[in-house]
């Protein structure tokens, strides 16, 4: 990333992929957080979009409860997907703000058509590779990696107007602790390369960024980062949705973003599922913001 790339920040105040509400207002407390200063200190050239229309959940029917707020989930992924393919026309990086996992869909659909081979990163304590029939919830935000990869309800496989976004060989999930039975299997069938924690303890996350950064880029001409703030350790990061014990820390998560932004790869990102109302003094929309400025080149020195 060059410093000429300039950002245009997408709010996207989804929570209708999850059970727990207040991951909407995620967007705000980045926001509030100080981003549009921290990347403008760093040289950059910053917009903001503001947000994407999300119904709040009261208003709208459930529906499937295998498929929660599908209709509507759809429906505001599609705008997403729209916003952000028209940021990277315009040659600018997207940068998404969330909000649930479930706007991956839309985030995903809208960089991997300006791509061929679009490499993905997903740092996440979850697999995210449910679909209606795998999930024990029924929340979307669960499946958004399954169906970038062509897996799961048609609706969620063709937001964007095609499928598969990404190929199994160019995803690599990072720092998983948490994996239903249905998303192991996936796992397993498609080959995915994922560096749960047991990877990071045993080799570090030198070597394992080393090796995911070889595999995203790899034979691709993009790469996007999908960023679940859950992936770091609940001490680090309490203001999260599904929280998992035993996650990455705050130390390791700055190197890995340093090294992603020292790899030049990296062309589009998210950052997903803070949640201010179950958080301390916006501590976690603050880490988020931290991250975000390791990912465009912050340095101590």
């Known amino acids: 990333m060059s410093k000429h790339n300039p950002i245009s920040v997408i709010g996207m105040p989804m929570d209708l992929g999850q059970g727990r509400r207040g ?80 706007m991956a869909l839309g985030t995903v659909a809208g960089v991997a058509k300006h791509y061929h081979n679009l490499g993905l990163i997903w740092y996440d304590a979850h697999g995210d590779l449910n679909t209606g029939e795998t999930s024990p919830s029924g ?42 039975k249905g998303e192991q299997a996936i796992a397993r069938e498609m080959g995915l390369k994922v560096f749960t924690m047991h990877e990071i303890d045993r080799l570090g996350m030198t070597r394992v960024m080393e090796e995911a950064l070889s595999i995203v880029g790899k034979n691709t001409d993009g790469v996007h980062l999908s960023f679940d703030l859950d992936g770091l350790d609940p001490s680090d990061a309490p203001g999260v949705g599904t929280p998992v014990p035993g996650g990455v820390t705050y130390r390791e998560s700055h190197l890995a973003l340093e090294m992603m932004s020292e790899s030049g790869l990296i062309t589009s990102a998210e950052f997903v599922e803070v949640n201010p109302i179950l958080d301390r003094e916006n501590i976690t929309a603050k880490v988020a913001v931290a991250l975000i400025s390791s990912l465009f080149g912050k340095k101590i020195l």
């Open 23 to 102: 991951v909407d207002m995620g967007p705000s407390a980045i926001r509030y957080a100080q981003l549009q200063t921290a990347l403008k200190a760093l040289g950059f050239d910053v917009e903001d979009l503001g947000d994407i229309q999300v119904p709040s959940p009261e208003s709208i029917d459930i529906g499937d409860h295998h498929l929660k707020f599908l209709t509507a989930v759809c429906d505001v992924n599609e705008s997403l997907a729209n916003v952000v393919s028209d940021v990277i026309e315009r040659k600018r990086f997207p940068l998404v703000l969330g909000g649930d996992h479930s």
């Open 139 to 180: 929340n979307i935000h669960g499946m958004p990696l399954a169906a970038s990869l062509g897996i799961g309800h048609p609706d969620l496989v063709h937001i964007g107007g095609y499928t598969p976004k990404v190929k199994p060989e160019n995803v690599v999930l990072i720092g998983v602790r948490e994996l239903d």
